[in-house]
């Protein structure tokens, strides 16, 4: 593979730098991080629908659906080019990232007429209600109840770290419609309003001091056969196609790379002179970089295989694994160099506007959220590495008699 631009990729990312230049709207500031701040939300829709129009939203989307029909290296190098900029927060990247793609993958017709044009745009958003309390690892032992009665569906039960549920207008459900059969064959999926009666949406107050997810409890709440997602059965089957996406869009894990725990050790003085002087850290900072390196060559496989029209691999749960565990380990790094300091988060105040902070606070979530550092070492190791399976006691039993502890 060959990393320099092409002369139509160079040409590319001029038009697109270009464009952002002139488009990016001013920033709002601190207040971007609180999407429940109506002057924030109203911000990041502005800025979807621009996108959009000006086709840089849903890049490889067809046209017709509401994207722009183009190439993965044009999404790939807008994405580059728009990480340069400081642009409103993005509270479509669950729906745009994995719930909209697994309605265009199995969805009815009328679903993805009705809903994706919309999602591209940034006028409705998308939630995941997959976790549950006894499920999140295991997305296949969800016990939220879909039952049949005519042409309806009855669902009741609970989901939890529901991201964005309290801002959403759908939401993606997986839901057990059967009982009598092992737990990957009795799950089917469904989209629902998250404005309907009888759904309820709780928020979770989070270390941060923000509230980014919810539980979310289903009571009697009243939803159309036509508002399912697959075949009934087929739920464990189109959950896949979600989580494959979810851990293609964490991917690296993002967040303030070794390059700024440099710039912060060039600045703070210890005994002996700038911190960046000091063995220890040089021998930290230098292996951050490695890491960073890998994962970016890492990125690039997947990037091929989507360029050549494959579907990424296993792979990616590689990319979410370093990626997590190094923000933590670089944000632990530069809370010690800040000593006192580091307890300050307010950007407009905190050195490197808090960027530490919050990726201090973010870490152990990013850690969690779309498969733990175990479940995905388990995947590599089964999938990657081709090692034994995992030992599974429940796979052959009707779900009604998997133990519960009670
Ligand atoms: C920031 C954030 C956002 C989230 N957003 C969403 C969302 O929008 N929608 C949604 O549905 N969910 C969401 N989640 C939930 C997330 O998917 C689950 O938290 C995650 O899958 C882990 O499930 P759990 O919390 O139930 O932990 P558990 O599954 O109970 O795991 C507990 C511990 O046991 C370990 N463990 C479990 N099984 C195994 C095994 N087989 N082998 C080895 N170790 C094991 C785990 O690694 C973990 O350390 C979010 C979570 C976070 C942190």
Known sequence: MDFNDTAEEAAYRAQVRGWLKANVPPSLGARENGL???????ACKAWQAKKADAGYACITWPKEWGGAGGASWQSVIFGQEEAGFEVPGNPFAIGLGMCVPTVMAV???ADKL?????????DEIWCQLFSEPAGGSDVAAARTRAVKDGDDWVINGQKVWTSGAHYSDFGL???????????????TMFWIDMHAAGVEVRPIHQMSGASNFNEVYFTDLRIKDSQRVGAVGDGWKTSLVTLMNERLSIGGGGGPSHKLVLKLAQDIAVLAGPAAKDAGLREKIADWFVQAEGLKYTRYRTLT????????????????????????????????????????????TAALSGAFQSALMGAPGLRIAGGTDEILRNIIAERVLGLPQDVRLDKNVAFKDVPTGR
């Open 36 to 42: 429940e701040d109506p002057a924030s939300m109203d």
């Open 107 to 109: 969805g009815a017709e």
């Open 114 to 122: 009705r809903f994706v044009r919309p999602a591209a745009r940034g």
């Open 173 to 187: 459900l997986l839901a057990r419609t059967d009982v009598d059969v092992p737990k990957h064959k009795g799950m």
């Open 305 to 348: 295989a989507l360029s050549r029209g494959q579907t990424p691999g296993p792979e990616s749960s590689i990319g979410k694994v370093v990626g997590a565990n190094l923000m933590q380990d670089m944000a632990n790094t530069a809370m010690e160099l800040e000593d006192q300091f580091g307890i300050i988060s307010d950007p407009a």
